[in-house]
């Protein structure tokens, strides 16, 4: 839990204007943390255990609020709307959770299921046509959207549009997230870490973070980069060259910390002591007569990439040492 609480204070310090994706829908706000004793009534109510990272979350860290997507769900509660509504009420998404969670891998209907979608003929009667549809939206609801197909999870999130998050809590694979794309008919599929097991609750939120934190820190980057070299690129006569620095730059920034670590030089020192020594000189200095034409920049460019991807290999095999 410390992990979690250290990383989302660093997230909410990075991103000040919560430009990360519906970071506006919880502000990096946490709920106050649930009673043990709430925890535990609801546990008697739907006769299931919840698993212990997400146990531990809801009551020492907070019972929803700040995390991925739209945020976490108070215990209890699930979107409806715009807003949010109890179990009971609303969709009525849940299932029973005292049944085991009945999905082992990722889950779908058949394509011989999606074939049989109606597809009405132009000129078909309005009246045929509603019953076509409602034939089949009734269908959606007993055999895709069905509770008994997540018998044993919790809903814990949505990610807009009806796609959701789910928690099981009771089965073999209690404790494990899933991503809910029904909506999209993208079917129920478990959420990875990058070795194949199935991702917990920790796992889940972690990841949520951490990626938001590199999101955000390259947007820092970037902004830094950009500030460093406007004077630089500023001073240039032509701005035609000064927008053709200026892309180079952009579409090279990505790999920096790449080059950094492959020279041995702090990420947080690239601007200064690499770019100033060998790449904005090449940039700059590279030909005073601009390409007019877009696959001549892209030639110029490409010409400029292979330089620096050379310079990295021997970079690599001379050892970490300054550009020259």
């Not at 790449?258 to 940039?283: N, S």
Request: hydrophobic letters at 35%; a negative charge; proline letters at 6%.
């Amino acid at each position: 839990m410390n992990d979690i609480l250290s990383q989302l204070r660093t997230l909410t310090r990075l991103d000040l204007d919560c430009a990360c994706f519906a970071a506006k829908s919880h502000w990096y706000d946490l709920n106050p943390p649930l009673a043990e004793e709430e925890v535990a009534r609801m546990e008697a109510k739907h006769q299931c255990r919840f698993p212990s990272e997400y146990r531990r979350f809801i009551t020492e860290i907070g019972n929803g609020g700040a995390g991925p997507s739209y945020g976490v769900f108070p215990l209890g509660q699930h979107d409806h709307g715009h807003d949010l509504s109890r179990w009971e009420d609303g969709y009525g998404l849940v299932g029973d959770l005292s049944k085991p969670f009945p999905l082992t891998n990722a889950w779908n209907l058949p394509d011989t299921f999606w074939q049989q979608e109606p597809d009405p003929p132009e000129g078909t009667p309005v009246d045929e046509e509603d019953q076509l549809w409602e034939a089949w939206n009734a269908r959606l609801e007993s055999e895709y959207y069905a509770t008994h197909l997540t018998d044993g999870a919790i809903p814990i999130c949505h990610e807009g549009c009806a796609l959701r998050n789910w928690l099981v809590v009771t089965g073999p694979l209690a404790g494990t997230v899933w991503r809910d794309l029904r909506a999209d008919n993208g079917g129920i599929h478990p959420f990875l870490n990058a070795d194949g097991t199935f991702m917990g609750f920790n796992d889940w939120y972690l990841d949520w973070l951490r990626k938001n934190i590199a999101q955000v820190t390259a947007s820092h980057a970037q902004s830094r980069f950009a500030q460093a070299y406007t004077a630089r690129l500023e001073s240039l006569s032509d701005k035609k060259q000064m927008a053709f620095a200026a892309f180079c730059a952009q579409a090279i920034q990505p790999n920096l910390a790449a080059y950094a670590k492959a020279i041995g030089v702090e990420e947080a020192r690239i601007p200064q002591d690499i770019l100033d020594h060998w790449l904005w000189r090449r940039l700059l200095e590279r030909r005073a007569d601009f390409p007019r034409e877009c696959h001549e920049m892209v030639d110029d460019f490409l010409d400029l990439w292979h330089d620096l991807r050379r310079h990295l290999q021997s970079q690599k095999k001379r050892g970490p040492t300054m550009p020259p």
